[in-house]
């Protein structure tokens, strides 16, 4: 009697919380139908201006459009499988996203769908099992080649502004091969070079493991300590940091800035306290695109998806101007940055 009276108990207690388990599940979906809506903003680098600003302009889209943002930075894999796991305990509806590394797109969508999250991707578009785009992931990035080729034409303005030989000058070629966008950026620049008189031969190659300013200056201290003979130098990278590294690695190797011409991409804030110093740098310019249309747009997209179930654009692809220390307040400006 006394064991089956607990064996009640324990089935009511059982089927009790069972039943508020599935009370406080409901009451979730609900809520995230009627109260405002949640988003992630997931980044890669979160210390670098150009994902700062991104960060900043979706924020400022929730508050617009009332919703609210949750940045988070994902350096590694790991970082971000357990951020999309917060984020669905946190009741967010979905994310938008630059992975730390584009391989991880089956595992990214697989993460996604288990939580019922929806998502898109920023800058950086995922790839699927066999190194194509994840198509059916809405996408907003960068004109990569045209950005690439603005970036090639800005060298040979400036090469050809200061009188240099091109059969004498050597470009460095800061690469990133793993990246889809950055290879397609620096195959841009590279077009443009070749078609100017520039020898396959003339351009050296200097594969960088991180795209940031370290990861720059640690490509290129070694190549400009080894070709010393060279007078002239052209740098370019798929952004702007990696070029202002090796910029700055020229510098440490006493390569006087006026035989070092660098054009980057992005026209963030490292750029802009570049391109301000008293002091004129290698650092020439910048293909500058906005930042705060990256994070703006993709933030409203996710939204707009969530709420109204409206389709975002399957891709967006965005265009740049060339940033200087003549015009980059002005250009600042124009790209709400
Ligand atoms: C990549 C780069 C960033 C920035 C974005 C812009 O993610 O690593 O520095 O250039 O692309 O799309």
């Given at each position: 009697?006394?064991?089956?009276?607990?064996?009640?108990?324990?089935?009511?207690?059982?089927?009790?919380?069972?039943?508020?388990?599935?009370?406080?599940?409901?009451?979730?979906?609900?809520?995230?139908?009627?109260?405002?809506?949640?988003?992630?903003?997931?980044?890669?680098?979160?210390?670098?201006?150009?994902?700062?600003?991104?960060?900043?302009?979706?924020?400022?889209?929730?508050?617009?459009?009332?919703?609210?943002?949750?940045?988070?930075?994902?350096?590694?894999?790991?970082?971000?499988?357990?951020?999309?796991?917060?984020?669905?305990?946190?009741?967010?509806?979905?994310?938008?996203?630059?992975?730390?590394?584009?391989?991880?797109?089956?595992?990214?969508?697989?993460?996604?769908?288990?939580?019922?999250?929806?998502?898109?991707?920023?800058?950086?578009?995922?790839?699927?099992?066999?190194?194509?785009?994840?198509?059916?992931?809405?996408?907003?990035?960068?004109?990569?080649?045209?950005?690439?080729?603005?970036?090639?034409?800005?060298?040979?303005?400036?090469?050809?502004?200061?009188?240099?030989?091109?059969?004498?000058?050597?470009?460095?070629?800061?690469?990133?091969?793993?990246?889809?966008?950055?290879?397609?950026?620096?195959?841009?620049?590279?077009?443009?070079?070749?078609?100017?008189?520039?020898?396959?031969?003339?351009?050296?190659?200097?594969?960088?493991?991180?795209?940031?300013?370290?990861?720059?200056?640690?490509?290129?201290?070694?190549m400009f300590a080894k070709h010393g003979g060279v007078k002239h130098w052209l740098i370019y990278?798929?952004?702007?940091?990696?070029?202002?590294?090796?910029?700055?690695?020229?510098?440490?190797?006493?390569?006087?800035?006026?035989?070092?011409?660098?054009?980057?991409?992005?026209?963030?804030?490292?750029?802009?306290?570049?391109?301000?110093?008293?002091?004129?740098?290698?650092?020439?310019?910048?293909?500058?695109?906005?930042?705060?249309?990256?994070?703006?747009?993709?933030?409203?997209?996710?939204?707009?998806?969530?709420?109204?179930?409206?389709?975002?654009?399957?891709?967006?692809?965005?265009?740049?101007?060339?940033?200087t220390r003549e015009n980059w307040q002005q250009v600042k400006q124009e790209l709400q940055l």
């Open positions: 009697m006394m064991k089956s009276r607990r064996g009640w108990a324990a089935l009511i207690a059982a089927t009790l919380t069972l039943t508020l388990v599935g009370c406080q599940k409901r009451e979730h979906a609900g809520e995230s139908a009627t109260e405002r809506p949640r988003i992630g903003f997931l980044v890669k680098m979160p210390e670098q201006a150009w994902f700062i600003n991104e960060q900043r302009a979706a924020t400022e889209a929730g508050q617009r459009l009332g919703f609210d943002v949750v940045n988070i930075g994902v350096p590694d894999g790991e970082k971000t499988m357990s951020a999309i796991d917060n984020l669905a305990a946190q009741g967010a509806a979905g994310f938008v996203i630059c992975a730390p590394d584009v391989r991880l797109g089956p595992a990214i969508a697989a993460r996604a769908r288990q939580h019922g999250m929806k998502f898109i991707t920023v800058d950086d578009q995922l790839l699927d099992a066999s190194g194509k785009p994840l198509a059916e992931v809405p996408h907003l990035g960068l004109s990569s080649y045209n950005i690439g080729t603005q970036v090639g034409e800005a060298l040979v303005a400036e090469m050809t502004r200061r009188g240099w030989n091109v059969a004498e000058a050597r470009a460095l070629r800061i690469t990133s091969n793993e990246l889809p966008t950055a290879r397609e950026r620096v195959k841009g620049a590279t077009d443009v070079l070749l078609k100017n008189g520039m020898r396959e031969d003339q351009i050296l190659d200097a594969p960088q493991r991180t795209t940031d300013t370290e990861g720059g200056f640690n490509a290129a201290s070694p990278a798929l952004n702007e940091e990696s070029v202002l590294g090796a910029v700055r690695a020229s510098e440490q190797l006493g390569i006087p800035s006026e035989n070092v011409i660098g054009v980057g991409i992005n026209g963030a804030g490292e750029a802009h306290a570049e391109l301000s110093k008293d002091r004129i740098t290698g650092f020439y310019g910048t293909i500058a695109v906005s930042s705060t249309a990256h994070g703006r747009d993709t933030a409203e997209h996710l939204f707009r998806w969530i709420k109204e179930g409206t389709q975002p654009p399957a891709l967006t692809e965005t265009t740049g101007v060339l940033m």
